[in-house]
Nanobody, 115 residues
């Protein structure tokens, strides 16, 4: 079983920055993809960004050029640097780890961007 603990959410003004972190522990298989998803009020959960253990990344079009995902394999930690934040980025952000064993999710961290 994998546990994911997120941190770094909060309230920020439009144009500001936040950095999310997610630390994984437990039974982590070496071949995995970590990522961030978000759910805005009244909307379905959507992909924000993912990164493989080898460093290949994938971003939602809405965040390309503003968000950067990275990971530290030695620490089993994934990060999301969010710059030029917009009010439409307001959501609960969830950390995710995918491996052959299945999906694991964090509890979520709130990001609120004021206009």
């Amino acid at each position: 079983q994998v546990q994911l603990v997120e941190s770094g959410g909060g309230l920020v003004q439009a144009g500001g920055s936040l950095r999310l972190s997610c630390a994984a522990s437990g039974r982590i298989f070496s071949s995995n993809t970590m990522g961030w998803y978000r759910r805005a009020p009244g909307k379905q959960r959507e992909l924000v960004a993912t990164i493989t253990r080898g460093g290949s990344t994938n971003y939602a079009d809405s965040v390309k050029g503003r968000f950067t995902i990275s990971r530290d394999n030695a620490k089993n930690t994934v990060y999301l640097q969010m710059n030029s934040l917009k009010p439409e980025d307001t959501a609960v952000y969830y950390c995710n780890l995918k491996s052959w064993a299945g999906d694991s999710w964090g509890q979520g961290t709130q990001v609120t961007v004021s206009s």
